[in-house]
Nanobody, 124 residues
């Protein structure tokens, strides 16, 4: 069983900052990576940023230089610091965890779990 609990989000003016946090609990799974996705009204869910257990990060071009992902693999937590927010960043943000079975030491098969989502609204 994997559970993700998100916090943060809210309403901010353009140019402002917000911080999202997510804590994961996993029973009988290893957490290989965690990250954030977002979904704006009428659009598909898209990747924002991810971080692996080894600390490798990847982020979407649209947020590079503005958003920073960080995490603590020992605590199974991930944070997303969002600066210079733009109205286009308005969306529901979802925490994601890619997990594998304990016997899958290489993480060859990952299962995705999602948080409940948190609204981020940026006003112009």
């Amino acid at each position: 069983q994997v559970q993700l609990v998100e916090s943060g989000g809210g309403l901010v003016q353009a140019g402002g900052s917000l911080r999202l946090s997510c804590a994961a609990s996993a029973t009988n799974f290893n957490i290989n990576r965690m990250g954030w996705y977002r979904q704006a009204p009428g659009k598909q869910r898209e990747l924002v940023a991810i971080i692996t257990g080894g600390g490798t990060t990847m982020s979407a071009d649209s947020v590079k230089g503005r958003f920073t992902i960080s995490g603590d693999s020992a605590k199974n937590t991930v944070n997303l610091q969002m600066n210079s927010l733009e109205p286009e960043d308005t969306a529901v943000y979802y925490c994601n965890a890619g997990v594998s079975r304990p016997w899958d030491s290489r993480g060859e098969k990952l299962y995705d779990y999602w948080g409940q989502g948190t609204q981020v609204t940026v006003s112009s």
